[in-house]
C-alpha cells in the first residue's frame, strides 16, 4: 500500500471520482501492523478502490479534521468528500474490513 507523503498528495487522491480507501496508523501501533498482514489479499478483490495508507502523527491536522479517534482507522474518499469511516475497534479483522467495504457499493 503506497504512503501518502503530502498534504497535497492527500488532497488530490481524494478528488478522484473512485472510491479512495485511506489507512490512517502509526509506526507503533501493532494493531495497525497486524491490519497490514491481511490487507494484501483484501485489496486485491477491491481493485476497483485506490489504497493508501497516511501516517495519523505525521498528518495529526488532517486526522482531526476527519474526526480519527484511533488507530488504525480507514477512511473512504469520493469527489473530495469523506463518504465513509471504520473506526479502529471495528477494523481488526478481514472480515470486517470486506464487509465494510462491501457496504460501499450500496451507495453507489
Not at 503530502?6 to 480507501?21: F, H, N, R, W
Request: aromatic share 10%; net charge negative.
Amino acid at each position: 500500500m503506497e504512503r501518502i507523503e503530502s498534504e497535497e498528495q492527500y488532497k488530490s487522491l481524494i478528488q478522484t471520482d473512485g472510491y479512495t480507501v485511506i489507512k490512517y496508523d502509526t509506526s507503533w501501533c501493532p494493531d495497525c501492523k497486524n491490519l497490514d498482514r491481511f490487507m494484501g489479499p483484501i485489496i486485491e478483490e477491491n481493485q476497483d478502490k485506490a489504497f493508501y495508507a497516511m501516517d495519523a502523527e505525521k498528518f495529526q491536522h488532517i486526522a482531526e479534521e476527519n474526526e480519527v479517534r484511533g488507530i488504525p482507522s480507514l477512511l473512504v474518499y469520493q469527489n473530495g468528500q469523506k463518504v465513509a469511516h471504520l473506526h479502529s475497534k471495528f477494523a481488526k479483522t478481514p472480515n470486517e474490513i470486506r464487509e465494510y467495504l462491501q457496504t460501499l457499493e450500496s451507495k453507489k
